[in-house]
């Protein structure tokens, strides 16, 4: 995982909200453990329920959701690269019950739905687009807690 972190770092530009390195891969772990537990325990959560999202918010304000953002998907790659579901499938908004939209920037998201395909060009997904986006999202969602409820860490 470690590796994986380094590179995500330096890719997706985190150092740019002055996150040093190490903290980066602290935040990852601790959010993939927590992801992990509650994708054992069936659950779905919100964003403000992650410990890390409050850390965050508190150390850098506005920045906190562009970072939780980079520190889940993080989460998702790692698992992604071991042939795993996305696990920050798990996490939704409390006001739309759905992932954040960096969800659809992860490597593992089908080109035609991804937002560096549309929202990444300055396009508004066609509403077929955005309906299928909600059904990929849905499917690993059932696949990771189905994952979890028989696999351990």
């Given amino acids: 995982m470690d590796e994986l972190i380094k590179e995500l770092y330096e890719a997706w530009g985190v150092k740019d909200y002055h996150l040093s390195q190490p903290d980066y891969?602290?935040?990852?772990?601790d959010a993939?453990?927590?992801?992990v537990e509650n994708a054992k325990a069936g659950k779905v959560v919100y964003y403000g329920e992650l410990p890390v999202f409050n850390v965050l918010k508190e150390r850098f304000g506005d920045d906190a959701?562009?970072?939780i953002g980079l520190?889940?998907?993080?989460?998702s790659?790692?698992?992604?690269?071991?042939?795993?579901?996305?696990?920050?499938s798990i996490v939704v908004s409390q006001?739309?019950?759905?992932?954040?939209?960096g969800f659809y920037g992860l490597a593992a998201v089908p080109v035609s739905l991804s937002t560096a395909t549309w929202e990444g060009q300055g396009k508004k997904p066609p509403q077929i687009v955005?309906?299928?986006?909600?059904?990929?999202?849905?499917?690993?969602?059932?696949?990771?807690?189905d994952y979890w409820a028989i696999h351990e860490v």
């Fill in 130 to 145: 955005i309906g299928k986006r909600e059904d990929f999202w849905l499917d690993e969602l059932q696949d990771t807690l």
């Fill in 25 to 29: 891969a602290k935040y990852v772990k």
């Fill in 95 to 101: 006001d739309t019950s759905e992932p954040g939209r």
């Fill in 65 to 67: 959701a562009r970072l």
């Fill in 77 to 88: 790659e790692y698992e992604a690269s071991r042939g795993r579901p996305l696990i920050s």
């Fill in 71 to 75: 520190i889940l998907g993080a989460c």
């Fill in 32 to 35: 993939h453990r927590i992801l």
